[in-house]
């Protein structure tokens, strides 16, 4: 059973930085795509960015390309997303989600798994 638990989220000032955590377990996640969504109410949620878990590889979302940085930590089993220069619009319930893939995967519909997601304030 695939579980993935977010932490991190919380309430900062425009221009300043958040640390999301994802700590994944279940089974092993070498060949699977981590992501970050997020989600305001009302909208649907959108994609934020990605990472191949073996090979690094990432993409962005244009939104936060720039100032989001998505990484992991293998030993720990772990995915991250620093978070600078935090603007009011980057306000969301952030999820952390998994699917296995050896490409890349940005769509809501290709992950099979998810946490439960942490809220992210940014006032101005």
């Known amino acids: 059973q695939v579980q993935l638990v977010e932490s991190g989220g919380g309430l900062v000032q425009a221009g300043g930085s958040l640390r999301l955590s994802c700590a994944a377990s279940g089974r092993t996640f070498s060949n699977y795509i981590m992501g970050w969504f997020r989600q305001t109410l009302g909208k649907e949620r959108e994609f934020v960015a990605v990472?191949?878990?073996?090979?690094?590889?990432?993409y962005y979302a244009d939104s936060v390309k720039g100032r989001f940085t998505i990484s992991r930590d293998n030993a720990k089993n772990t995915v991250f997303l620093q978070m600078d220069s935090l603007k009011p619009e980057d306000t969301a319930v952030y999820s952390c989600?998994?699917?296995?893939?050896?490409?890349?995967?940005?769509?809501?519909?290709?992950?099979?798994?998810w946490g439960q997601g942490t809220q992210v304030t940014v006032s101005s």
């Open positions: 990472i191949h878990w073996r090979g690094g590889s990432t």
């Open positions: 989600a998994a699917t296995a893939s050896s490409s890349m995967r940005i769509r809501v519909r290709e992950f099979d798994y």
